[in-house]
């Protein structure tokens, strides 16, 4: 990854302006994300910025999310807590290349999206795990209703080491089960591991994805757009506070 160590150094290359001739698409190859900044007397929509990355990838609640607390939900999303590292859509029948989070309200606390960059992942995690990661499969379920387009071949069951379109290198493509968590999205399974053994081996990657060298915390401001490419890096959120206002609108496409 050139001379760049940390994920704040990094995050700082992968930042640029939200004006019509805005160099994010430079920035989404070379990083796997971009930040672009409200500044500047014209600003992009969210769908324009989006358009030349793919068409728009569909869920049941249409293609675009406000992510925002939503009484009652049973979806994390629409809460406070916690949401652990994952990539979007192997619960979905419509895959996700690249998403865009636009902010329409920042929360004054917490609320942090987490990305971690899956190449930086293979340079810090141990030789042992890469090896386990080569030789296992993994199985999601998803534990809400009403979000998914439902695969029509029953749950997945994916590899979590794949190909990095842009390098060719490894990439990571998991999404870490939290069990302490009882009303967390979807849920995750080594396929052929008792209950225990794949608790640590989730309990290891999250260890190694929440490294400063591997994960970067965007901290939000209203106004700014966080560009990711959902095959090269990882996303989660950190808990915010109940009476925080928290207001992202989000677009995928594939
Ligand atoms: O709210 C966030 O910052 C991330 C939400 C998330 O994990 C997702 O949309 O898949």
């Not at 600003?43 to 406000?66: K, V, W």
């Not at 942090?112 to 795990?129: N, R």
Request: one cysteine or more.
């Amino acid at each position: 990854m050139d001379e760049i160590t940390d994920m704040r150094e990094m995050a700082a290359a992968a930042r640029c302006d939200r004006g019509p001739s805005s160099p994010y698409l430079e920035k989404l190859e070379r990083y796997g994300f971009a930040v672009l900044e409200p500044d500047g007397p014209e600003l992009m929509p969210l769908e324009d910025i989006m358009a030349p990355l793919g068409d728009p990838a569909s869920y049941r609640f249409g293609t675009q999310l406000i992510q925002e607390q939503r009484a009652d939900s049973d979806n994390s999303q629409f809460r406070t807590g916690a949401i652990p590292m994952h990539v979007d859509a192997h619960l979905n029948a419509n895959g996700v290349s690249y998403i865009g989070w636009e902010c329409l309200e920042a929360p004054y606390e917490g609320g942090e999206t987490l990305i971690a960059s899956s190449e930086a992942f293979f340079e810090a995690a141990p030789g042992g795990l890469v090896e386990t990661l080569r030789d296992i499969k993994i199985e999601y379920w998803s534990r809400v209703s009403g979000f998914y387009v439902e695969r029509p071949e029953g749950n997945p069951v994916v590899a979590p080491v794949q190909v990095d379109p842009v390098t060719g290198g490894d990439a990571l493509c998991v999404g870490v089960d939290h069990p302490e968590d009882p009303s967390r999205n979807f849920g995750a399974a080594v396929v052929g591991y008792t209950k225990e053994r794949s608790r640590e081996l989730f309990a290891q990657l999250a260890h190694v994805l929440s490294r400063p060298d591997v994960m970067y915390t965007h901290k939000w401001r209203a106004g700014q757009v966080l560009m990711m490419d959902n095959r090269r890096v990882l996303h989660g959120r950190a808990e915010y506070p109940a009476d925080s206002p928290r207001k992202l609108r989000r677009i995928s496409v594939s």
